[in-house]
């Protein structure tokens, strides 16, 4: 199935260094998603991207809709041990009977050492 | 939490065997999102209510799935005869009630086919 291109694949870091990851698409989406996924769980929401430009912060998470609507990036700030897992972008469509389908990155998975 | 339960969390059965799965949003929003997704990947869409209807089937979703919401509330996904390639994580996803569309996961079933 389509999935959109998500980089890096994985990340080893230092404690307290800043990440960025992105997603891009050769698809518009209405809205950009970050989930954050740990082993055995299912994806746990982090930030909501609903227009186009948006910048939104939540905490040391800040991510942004990219202008074109096919990309998104996700930053993290001074990292922390419990910031490990797996991070995953997902692009929503809207209209027809695919009304809020999900379309997944395959995921960055994030290593900080202590 | 996000109120999103899914029974049971894990299932260990043989192949040609039938198995059931199970989810219970807590908020009663009219949409349900089912989601598969395999090791090392992000989730992939299979299947989307609304209400009781079920109005778009992933090519992913073989003539062995079979997906029900019988009240608009609770859903079950059923696969009949497992295969080996069956072996994934299923996730339920509904938006929280009043909200927009943003999706929140249950925490999956874990499937192993032996």
């Known amino acids: 199935g389509q999935q959109l291109n998500q980089s890096p694949q994985s990340m080893f870091i230092q404690e307290g260094e800043d990440v960025s990851m992105n997603c891009t698409s050769s698809?518009?989406?209405?809205?950009w998603l970050w989930y954050k996924q740990e082993p055995g769980e299912g994806p746990v929401l982090l930030i909501a991207?609903?227009?186009?430009?948006e910048l939104t912060s939540n905490g040391r998470l800040t991510a942004q809709f990219g202008i074109t609507r096919k990309d998104s990036f996700l930053n993290i700030s001074a990292s922390i041990p419990s910031d490990v897992g797996i991070y995953f972008c997902?692009?929503?469509?809207?209209?027809?009977?695919?009304?809020?389908?999900?379309?997944f990155g395959q995921g960055t998975i994030l290593t900080v050492h202590p | 939490d996000t109120g999103v339960s899914q029974n049971p969390r894990h299932k260990i059965t043989k192949r040609g065997q039938n198995v059931t799965f199970r989810c219970d949003p807590i908020?009663?929003?009219?949409?349900l999102y089912w989601y598969r997704q395999t090791l090392g990947q992000g989730p992939e869409f299979l299947t989307y209510f609304q209400n009781e209807a079920q109005l778009e089937k992933s090519r992913l979703l073989s003539d062995r799935f079979s997906a029900e919401r019988p009240k608009g509330s609770f859903s079950t996904l059923e696969i009949q005869r497992t295969e080996q390639g069956d072996s994934a994580m299923y996730l339920c996803a509904t938006p929280l009630e009043g909200s927009t569309d943003t999706q929140y996961f249950g925490p999956g079933t874990r499937l192993t086919v032996l």
């Open positions: 991207l609903y227009k186009a430009g």
């Open positions: 698809s518009i989406f209405n809205t």
């Open positions: 997902a692009g929503q469509d809207a209209g027809g009977t695919s009304y809020g389908k999900l379309t």
């Open positions: 908020s009663e929003h009219n949409r």
